[in-house]
């Protein structure tokens, strides 16, 4: 593989970190070139670590593109890799000349790089915007630098993550630290804890907050002395400020230091960040390696690396006052800066170092040369409808499994989908997208894909809605029109209770329908009920069983955020706002209350569709005040909220995709019907231990909590029907692939 990359020379700080880190070890496996537009202390660098570095200097922008346009071609590269504004304008330039992929990467918010130059702005800036929008793919160095460029409009399913990651080889030892400090200027001994930040004093770094929430730490703990290494327009502006606060003899300005930065950070005992904006910021990481405790505000993908409280904190920017806090607690407290930064250590090594960056650039270019030779033909791609965009993890985690099924019959498959919140499917998905009203939208999809995927769940029924029987029915309708393949995918159907609405039905997935799976046999016999004959019918299962649980780290990560220590004895409930809820409200928290005084089990309530069932939740807890209990308000995506249940002895549910994710776990199953679809599944698993809502009553449920605590040992019968399901649920995708080769 051979890969040219283009930047302007002059760069510094993070993009330059990475750009260096990433081609020098790219370089191990690959044909990794760097371009420069400038000579000078950048390219010395490169050369320096071994990297393959050529200039092509100049002002005159068509000369460079002819001179470039020419050397790719005699060298065979594959993929052209641009960083910065001038790389990104050569970028769009040589896109069409040479016909190859063009990538960049953003490595900031471009609408901010030029705050407070508006000269900049107006030129670099707008050049910049320009070339963005006229590139193949992008890639942000965080998810969260990707959400945003997607919320901006770049195609989602054209946007790559990548972190910065760094060498965590052991560093050898440093010397002297004291020493070191007084040689910069500090004005420290041998008791002093050191808070130190590197970064450019410049308006987005905002040290501002920095050193009024230093003042504030200072206070109330007069051993802490702060270390600014970095320089900028600000550093007189900040000198005044730590003077006007009384802090500016334990504050010290270093400057840009010299000689690497291994040196610096073995010298500080607490790192910080306070910018307004960052994609994923190298300074973290670098203190990661020297296990040093770290505050930070919580922007772009820092989020991603600092757990709050529990390898680290986090505060929201420009609250000075929450991060003096912060800074008092670890300046007071040595060993709890020992194990923040021993568990930030074990993640940043584990999850962000330079091997697991370097593997991820890999895996992209082997996909964008592979989607770049991919045949073009008239027809290509799905459409897929259904309950999605709503924030109801069950329908979501439908959605994430047809994406996951589809993919393995093609990696590189265009996808469209239908949701209510189209840029929230983007973001979450990284998939095109498209508004449930944008009738021309799906049209045009519907026109270019070869299948249309009608998205499992209850999606053919008219008891929650008869707007959305009509809606379902036109899309099917309109993508058979539109000329594709049509497939309900691991669907539940009805109930359909009014006669026009079941005739409706019948005539409409009679004659548009090419096949319909279904998650279980209670469907199949409403569809026969129906007189719907003339689709193939398989039975199946639902989707979602096929979704995997999150790795411990982020579902501790998940309960932690909600104040709920990751290892316990717990009971979930999972409920949902519901006609009669109100009445039947105080019988799930007796049913607590009894859980936790007779089988020593904490009620945690997990909201699956977390806009409904928190109301739902703190209704039912009224009663418990002196009872302990959790709430977990957003336990995330599919697979975190399968890792939340799995630390469960035993789920009592209303939610059918709870009971479905915690079957797929083994965990004993109560279940509480407001849905046939809900007594279908527990009845197509062979589980019994269920009521209606309607008739439910305390000791009822009381019962089923003993029932299902009885089972709490013996997980094999369970699991056996679920794999029995999961091996069901492969007629989907077997029929998909059908479908799509035909």
């Known amino acids: 593989m051979k890969v040219i990359h283009l930047i302007s020379g002059g760069d510094s700080g993070g993009a ?51 001179q470039l346009a020419a050397y790719i071609h005699r060298e065979g590269y594959q993929v052209i890799h641009c960083h910065g504004s001038r790389a990104n304008m050569i970028g769009a330039l040589l896109r069409g000349v040479t016909g190859l992929p063009v990538v960049t990467t953003v490595h900031s918010d471009y609408r901010i790089d030029y705050m407070g130059r508006p000269l900049g702005r107006l030129t670099f800036g707008i050049i910049n915007a320009w070339a963005l929008r006229r590139l193949d793919y992008r890639i942000g160095v965080s998810d969260a630098m990707v959400d945003l460029l997607i919320s901006r409009g770049f195609p989602a399913d054209r946007s790559f993550a990548i972190y910065n990651g760094i060498d965590f080889t052991p560093a050898p030892d440093q010397g002297d630290r004291l020493a070191y400090l007084l040689s910069l200027g500090a004005d420290v001994d041998e008791e002093s804890v050191v808070v130190g930040i590197a970064a450019r004093l410049n308006p987005v770094k905002d040290m501002s907050t920095l050193i009024r929430g230093f003042a504030r730490a200072y206070k109330s703990c007069d051993k802490l002395r702060l270390v600014i290494a970095g320089d900028g327009e600000e550093r007189e502006k900040l000198r005044g400020l730590a003077r006007e606060l009384g802090v500016e003899r334990c504050v010290t300005f270093a400057g840009w230091i010299s ?32 296990h040093l405790a770290t505050v930070s505000t919580a922007v772009g993908g820092i989020p991603n690396l600092i757990d709050q409280g529990v390898n680290g904190y986090l505060f929201q920017p420009r609250d000075w006052e929450t991060l003096g ?122 026109k270019r894909a070869k299948l249309y995927i009608n998205g499992g769940g209850s999606l053919i029924q008219d008891v929650t809605s008869r707007r959305s029987l009509w809606f379902y029915l036109m899309n099917i309708r309109a993508a058979k029109w539109a000329g594709c393949k049509v497939q309900m995918y691991g669907c539940g159907i009805g109930p359909v209770t009014r006669h026009n609405h079941r005739k409706l039905t019948a005539r409409v997935l009679n004659q548009n329908v090419d096949v319909i799976t279904l998650r279980e046999p209670d469907s199949l016999e409403e569809l026969k009920s129906m007189g719907v004959t003339a689709p193939e019918i398989c039975l199946t299962a639902d989707p979602a069983l096929t979704l995997r649980s999150a790795p411990d780290e982020k579902t501790d990560s998940i309960l932690l955020r909600a104040g709920i220590p990751p290892q316990g004895n717990y009971i979930c409930f999972a409920l949902r706002p519901w006609p009669d809820f109100q009445r039947k409200a105080a019988f799930f928290g007796d049913a607590a209350r009894y859980a936790w005084e007779h089988h020593g089990l904490t ?75 809900v007594s279908a599944f527990l009845r197509y698993i062979g589980q019994e231990n269920f009521t209606d809502l309607d008739a439910l009553t305390g000791e009822a449920l009381r019962a089923m909590i003993d029932r299902a605590a009885a089972q709490a040992g013996d997980k094999t019968a369970r699991s056996a029907a679920v794999r029995r399901l999961q091996e069901l649920e492969r007629g989907n995708v077997d029929i998909a692939r059908q479908l799509l080769d035909s």
């Open 325 to 446: 806090e912060r800074l008092a607690v670890l300046g007071s407290d040595a060993a709890l800066r020992r194990r923040l930064g021993e568990k930030l250590y074990e993640k940043a090594s584990s999850q962000f170092s330079i091997e697991e960056t370097v593997d991820t650039q890999l895996h992209i270019y082997e996909e964008i040369i592979r989607r770049h030779s991919r045949p073009k033909a008239r027809r290509d791609g799905v459409v897929i409808c259904g309950a999605y965009g709503r924030g109801n993890a069950g329908d979501d985690a439908i959605l994430e499994a047809i994406l996951q099924e589809v993919r393995s019959i093609d990696a590189d498959i265009p996808v469209t989908v239908v949701s209510k919140k189209p840029k929230n499917t983007r973001r979450g998905y990284r998939v095109r997208a498209v508004g449930r009203t944008d009738f021309l939208g799906w049209l045009r999809a519907m």
């Open 259 to 290: 000689g690497g930065m291994d040196r610096f950070y073995s010298a500080l005992d607490i790192n910080v960040l306070t910018s307004l904006s960052e994609t994923f910021s190298y300074a973290l990481t670098e203190g990661a390696r020297f």
């Open 16 to 66: 330059k970190t990475h750009v260096l880190s990433l081609l020098k070890n790219l370089n191990q496996t690959i044909t990794a070139q760097l371009v420069c537009f400038r000579d000078g202390p950048f390219a010395e660098e490169a050369r320096a670590l071994g990297i393959p570095t050529m200039i092509c200097g100049g002002n005159h922008i068509f000369r460079i593109r002819r």
């Open 603 to 677: 009620p945690v309530f997990v909201a699956v569709e977390k806009g409904m069932d928190p109301a739902a939740a703190r209704m039912a807890a009224q009663t418990l005040e002196d009872v302990p209990h959790y709430f977990l308000d957003d336990a995330g995506a599919a697979g975190t909220i399968i890792g939340v249940l799995s630390r469960m002895e035993l789920v009592v549910s209303m939610r059918l995709h709870a009971l479905i994710f915690a079957a797929g776990q083994g965990i004993p199953l109560a279940g509480v019907v407001y849905d046939p679809k």
